[in-house]
Antibody
Framework: EVQLVESGGGLVQPGGSLRLSCAPSGFVFSSYWMTWVRQAPGKGLEWVANINLDGSETYYVGSVEGRFTISRDNAKNSLYLQMNSLRAEDTAVYYC????????????????WGQGTLVTVSS | DIQMTQSPSSLSASVGDRVTITCQASQDIHNYLNWYQQKPGKAPKLLIYDASNLETGVPSRFSGSGSATHFTFTISSLQPEDIATYYCQQYDNLPAFGQGTKLEIK
């Protein structure tokens, strides 16, 4: 059974940092693009970042470019999102999600999602 | 960046009704469009991929159509368990979601 479990969320002050983790199981992690999607309270879904199979390609939404870093450790079966210079508008539930396509060379859609971890940026 | 305009933002319908949601892309995205369902407090669920393909296990009352810039998502006969917010998502360029359509029972 495919599972994705996020951790690392919490309350952080503006300007602070937080590192989210996602622990996948039930599939060959190194064969899928992975993505972070966030959802601010009462708002819609926003794609944040994604990473290719070996971590050599990463992409970001403009509002987090230069502040967030997505990475993966295929040997440890882990996905990460390092978030620096956090702002109030980064407050959201952060989901990790698996891409639908196996061993593919670009991202498409997201067929498995974690339960999400809440990040609150507030003083 | 490709902008996705989803409409309506909210919709009220009766059980058994046919429900249609549209998604308009700011440029040609071929058929690189997916549809998701999200129930309150839950993660989104992929329903339709590549504009018209039903994800495994998804009831056949859900369908999608369209290409290039105009896409449609349809529930042929609304069921009580379909109450949720629905999102389109393009992947022709960096992924982007539509604003969502909140579906309620009349």
């Amino acid at each position: 059974e495919v599972q994705l479990v996020e951790s690392g969320g919490g309350l952080v002050q503006p300007g602070g940092s937080l590192r989210l983790s996602c622990a996948p199981s039930g599939f060959v992690f190194s064969s899928y693009w992975m993505t972070w999607v966030r959802q601010a309270p009462g708002k819609g879904l926003e794609w944040v970042a994604n990473i290719n199979l070996d971590g050599s390609e990463t992409y970001y939404v403009g509002s987090v470019e230069g502040r967030f870093t997505i990475s993966r450790d295929n040997a440890k079966n882990s996905l990460y999102l390092q978030m620096n210079s956090l702002r109030a508008e980064d407050t959201a539930v952060y989901y990790c999600a698996r891409d639908r396509l196996y061993n593919w060379n670009y991202a498409s859609g997201f067929d498995y999602w974690g339960q999400g971890t809440l990040v609150t940026v507030s003083s | 960046d490709i902008q996705m305009t989803q409409s309506p933002s909210s919709l009220s319908a009766s059980v058994g009704d046919r429900v249609t949601i549209t998604c308009q892309a700011s440029q040609d995205i071929h058929n690189y469009l997916n549809w998701y369902q999200q129930k309150p407090g839950k993660a989104p669920k992929l329903l339709i991929y590549d504009a018209s393909n039903l994800e495994t296990g998804v009831p056949s009352r859900f369908s999608g159509s369209g290409s290039a810039t105009h896409f449609t998502f349809t529930i042929s006969s609304l069921q009580p368990e379909d109450i949720a917010t629905y999102y389109c998502q393009q992947y022709d360029n960096l992924p982007a979601f539509g604003q969502g359509t909140k579906l309620e029972i009349k």
